[in-house]
Structures are given as C-alpha cells and as structure tokens.
C-alpha cells in the first residue's frame, strides 16, 4: 500500500524525501563538489556573494564554475564583464569561461538581447535550470557554485531534489535576519536534507573612510545567534564595501582585492 505523504504537500501518496529525483549531469562534465548559494529574499547579496566565492576557489588553486539558476535576474555574466554567448554542438552546450577561466552558465548568456525579460512560468524555469545541469558540458570543475533564485518557490525546490547538492551557503543581511525569511530559506534545505555549510551576513558594517571603525549601521550582528541556532559556522561577515559595487558594476569582479571568503576554502578543506 502506498504511504501517505508526511510533508502533507497532499499531491504525492509516499514519502517524498524517501525518493531520488536527483538527476545525473551530462556524461562528459566533471564536477566534484556542488555548492548551492541561497537567500530568502533578493538584494541581499546572493550573486555577488557567489562570484566571491568563484573567485576566490580560483584563487585558491581550485577551479571554479557558476551555474547561474536566477533566471529570471541573472546578474552573474554582468559582473564578470561576459557579453559573448554560449556555443554548442551536438553533444550539448559549453558554458562562457570568464577571464580567469571560471565556467559560467546563465540564462544571459543564451539570450540575444541581455534586457529581454524571461517571462516563463514556474515550471518552465525549473525545466531550464535542469538542463544547465544536464545538458551542458562542464569542462573541469572542482567547485560549482549555484546562484540559486531567492526564497523557497518551485526553482529552488526542483533544485534541491535534481541537483545533488554537496551543501548550501546562506547569504543574508542584519536587517533580513531579523527576519523569518532567513530562516524558511534555511529549513527548506534542511527538509531536504542537504547541509548548511554556512553563514554569509553581507552590508554588516562600513568601515569609516577616516578612521576605520566599523559602523555597523543596521545594529548589532545577528549572524553569531542564526549559526548557534542552526548549529552552522559563520563563513564571514562582509561589510558594505564601495569598491565591490564598482568591480560587479564595470565587470571586473575577478580584480576585487578583498579576501572576505579566504578562509572559506581552508575550512571545508
Ligand atoms: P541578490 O543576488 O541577492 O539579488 P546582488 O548580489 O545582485 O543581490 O546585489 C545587489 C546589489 O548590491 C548589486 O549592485 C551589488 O553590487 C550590491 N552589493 C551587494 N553586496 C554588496 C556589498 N557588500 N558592498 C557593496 N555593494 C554590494
């Protein structure tokens, strides 16, 4: 007899967490670790957030890849300064390199005009993040980053279930911890069984232009008390920095001199 589903999704008669949606890549990439960023509501950070940690893998002799699965607010290509768009062959689609040869695969870089909007529904959306799992051919990667669309709807859900995620970075802000968002963000991939690597608390502070202390203008962090509650290390706490805005905003991302994520990689090992 069929179980009865305990996530009373009500759709399905047997326990959903109990089957493997998870779908293999293309049969010639090589990924070995698979890392989603998420947050629980956009502007916060996520995608910048995201390129650090690609930039930073690389730095760290690692290499890297973004799969950019915020499709309907793609910024990744933007911020690494990618104009060109994907090729493909009959075996499947090869993703954008970035300057310093970090594999790129966003929904911009399909597009012919960068400011078409993407106008698809839920399930429509889901179907092309899939395919920049399974269709294309990811060359070398040791680090596959995740630029994973806001909140818990239907795209990071089929996510979490298709893609074998090896673990999920949080990327949040003083004002939005406060906030239960956050935390829904959280324990949707808990539900789904996938670890919390960590914390990212980004516009924590500004450091004064004079003297160099650190404002925190949103109050006090609340980032040490989110990790203690989900028992999850804070990665760092990155501070309203104008400089990052001016490399994301004129496409040199990779010339950012700041070390925020360097411990990251020397971490989780
Ligand atoms: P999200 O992916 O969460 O929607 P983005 O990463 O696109 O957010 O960031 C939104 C905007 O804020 C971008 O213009 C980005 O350059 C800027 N930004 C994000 N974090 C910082 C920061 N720490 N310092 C300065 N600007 C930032």
New binding site residues.
């Given amino acids: 007899m069929a179980k009865k589903c305990t996530h009373d999704c009500g759709s399905c008669t047997e326990k959903c967490s109990e089957r493997d949606f998870r779908k293999a890549p293309h049969e010639l990439s090589k990924i070995k670790k698979v890392i989603g960023v998420v ?1 629980g ?11 650090l940690l690609a930039v930073t893998a690389e730095r760290s002799g690692f290499k890297a890849a973004i799969m950019d699965a ?1 499709i309907t ?1 793609p ?1 990744i290509p933007k ?1 690494f300064g990618i104009s060109e768009k994907a090729t493909g062959s009959d075996m499947g689609i090869f993703p954008v390199l970035s300057k310093t040869g970090i594999e790129i695969m966003s929904m911009n870089v399909l597009l012919e005009d960068d400011t078409d909007p993407v106008i698809w529904r839920g399930t429509v959306l889901a179907g092309t993040v899939l395919q920049f799992w399974t269709d294309v051919i990811w060359n070398d990667v040791d680090y596959m980053f995740v ?1 994973m669309p ?1 909140g818990t709807g239907d795209v990071p859900l089929s996510i979490y279930q298709s893609v074998p995620l090896d673990g999920i970075v949080v ?1 949040t802000t003083p004002q939005e911890l406060v906030s239960m968002i956050v935390k829904k963000a959280a324990n949707m991939a808990r539900k789904m069984n996938v670890p919390i690597l960590g914390i990212v608390e ?3 502070y500004v450091l004064c232009p004079d003297c160099g202390k650190k404002i925190e203008i949103f109050g006090k962090s609340a980032a040490e008390a989110l990790a203690k509650e989900y028992d999850v290390r804070n990665i760092a706490r ?5 400089s ?2 001016q490399c ?2 004129r496409g040199l991302i990779e010339l950012f001199e700041g070390g925020y994520l360097d411990t990251f990689f020397k971490e989780i090992g």
């Fill in positions: 947050s509501k956009g502007g916060v950070g996520k995608s910048l957030t995201t390129a915020d607010g910024s911020m630029d806001p990327v980004n516009m924590s990155i501070p309203f920095d104008p990052l805005t994301a905003d």
